[in-house]
């Protein structure tokens, strides 16, 4: 059975220009989550989907972050503008009833 | 809202010696609480989770965690270090009232020297 998939799994990209970064469930996972780890710190949950509807996203950082997940399959993160302080790691991960299964993450890069 | 604190960025040990990767946490309710390993370039993994029942938990690669109620804790461990298990480590704690939200804690890097 295939894990969480994210790509890319690094991108390098400058101030102001635009990143989407995706992430495919495990099939049959309703739940899917983004999660980031920035500057070394702590990892934060962004959002939370079931199926395809937003079920929770009180840990978007802004506006600029746009997350969708179109017919609840594969989820996209968009972040438009980037700025330098977005550099970090990406988590994506789902879930059907039970534990959380984590993606390998996509690291940003934003000079 | 529940939390957990990792007070250690950075934890050394010898190959062979017990490690020990500190957790705390602070909720309301009954905890229910995760640790998972991130490796080089890889994702996060799961090790082990208490919900109930036994305070000592058995989780993947020989570690152990135990859950201590009087002093909010849940400290990872494993008896005899290995090179290989140098990582980042990750407590958690699930809030299952609110989709089955991580928080996590700040990491702790396990660096074991030969």
């Known amino acids: 059975e295939a894990g969480v998939t994210q790509f890319p799994s690094h991108s390098v990209i400058e101030k102001g220009q635009t990143v989407t970064l995706r992430c495919d469930p495990i099939?049959?996972?309703?739940?899917l989550y983004w999660y980031r780890r920035v500057m070394g710190k702590e990892i934060k949950f962004l959002l939370h989907f079931v199926k395809e509807s937003k079920q929770d996203e009180s840990g978007m950082p802004n506006n600029r972050f746009l997350a969708e997940r179109t017919g609840g399959t594969y989820s996209t993160l968009k972040v438009q503008p980037a700025e330098l302080e977005d550099s970090g790691v990406y988590f994506c991960a789902s879930s059907g009833l039970g534990e959380l299964f984590f993606g390998e993450g996509s690291r940003l890069t934003v000079l | 809202a529940q939390s957990v604190a990792q007070p250690e960025d950075q934890v050394n040990v010898a190959e062979g010696n017990p490690l020990t990767v500190k957790c705390t946490y602070s909720?309301?309710?009954?905890?229910?609480l995760l640790w998972y390993v991130q490796y080089p370039n890889r994702g996060l993994q799961f090790l082990l989770k208490y919900i109930t029942g036994d305070n000592l938990v058995k989780g993947s690669y020989g570690f152990e965690a135990e859950f201590n109620k009087s002093q909010t804790s849940f400290h990872l461990k494993k008896p005899s270090a290995l090179v290989s298990d140098s990582a980042l480590y990750f407590c958690a704690v699930r809030d299952l009232a609110a989709g089955n939200k991580l928080t996590f804690g700040g990491g702790t890097r396990v660096l074991v020297k030969p």
């Open positions: 099939s049959g996972h309703d739940n």
């Open positions: 909720v309301s309710g009954n905890p229910y």
